[in-house]
């Protein structure tokens, strides 16, 4: 149980173009679910909070309009880059807490963006 | 916010040595920590977890301590195997938040 999955695995895009992010959690709820960003050799940062019924909680320094967040059912949240640029190409990882509570974090196999 | 450090960067060990792992944390609200492997292009998987009410907790050849008082903790790795290699990273949470260490790449060489 307590599966993540995210779609697409990899996305290459041209400057200026958008991309969208699937994040699904498959077999549990998830009233929250995390975006995280991981350059290569770096640690995961978390981008924003995204939250079931209501509006992402965007951490300090992260573009809300250019990383637009969508959590708009209980299995799933999307993740926006819109007006792409090569300084956004990273690796894309979402984690979902489940809804019955517990600590633990469960998370997607992750998106590499490369934007050329 | 929560800040955690994360020593060493990067560790070689040969097979069948320890291998350890430390982690401090800022904020004494935090009540779980858990311990992530990281292969390249992968997910993190959580390999063992510690929560505040207990001070340490071992899975076969993995080990954690928590140490509240001084808001460190650490990941013991016994008897390690070249499939051990891998990025290490540790986190700190408060509710639901994780904030993660800055990593630790280890090596297991045969």
């Known amino acids: 149980g307590a599966v993540v999955s995210q779609h697409p695995s990899r996305v290459i895009c041209k400057s200026g173009t958008s991309v969208k992010i699937e994040c699904r959690s498959l077999?549990?709820?998830?009233?929250?679910m995390f975006w995280y960003r991981q350059f290569p050799k770096q640690s995961l940062m978390l981008m924003a909070t995204?939250?079931?019924?209501?509006?992402?909680?965007?951490e300090q320094g992260v573009e809300k309009d250019k990383f637009l967040i969508n959590h708009a059912s209980l299995t799933l949240s999307t993740l926006t880059v819109t007006s792409a640029h090569p300084e956004d190409s990273s690796f894309y990882i979402c984690?979902?807490?489940?809804?019955?509570?517990?600590?633990?974090?469960?998370f997607g196999p992750g998106t590499r963006l490369t934007v050329t | 916010g929560e800040n955690v450090e994360q020593h060493p960067s990067t560790l070689s060990v040969q097979e069948g040595d320890s291998a350890v792992i430390k982690c401090t944390y800022s904020?004494?609200?935090?009540?779980?920590f858990p311990w992530y492997k990281q292969e390249l292009g992968k997910r993190p998987q959580l390999i063992i977890d510690?929560?505040?009410?207990?001070g340490e907790k071992k899975d076969q050849r993995i080990a954690v301590t928590l140490n509240k008082t001084a808001k460190h903790f650490s990941l013991h790795i016994t008897e390690t195997q070249p499939e051990d290699s891998a990025v290490y990273f540790c986190?700190?949470?408060?509710?639901?938040?994780?904030?993660f260490g800055g990593g630790t790449r280890l090596m297991v060489k045969p």
């Open positions: 995204s939250n079931e019924g209501s509006k992402a909680t965007y």
């Open positions: 510690i929560r505040s009410n207990v």
């Open positions: 986190a700190a949470s408060i509710g639901n938040m994780l904030t």
């Open positions: 984690s979902a807490w489940n809804t019955r509570g517990g600590y633990e974090q469960y």
């Open positions: 077999d549990f709820q998830a009233t929250t």
């Open positions: 904020d004494s609200a935090s009540n779980y």
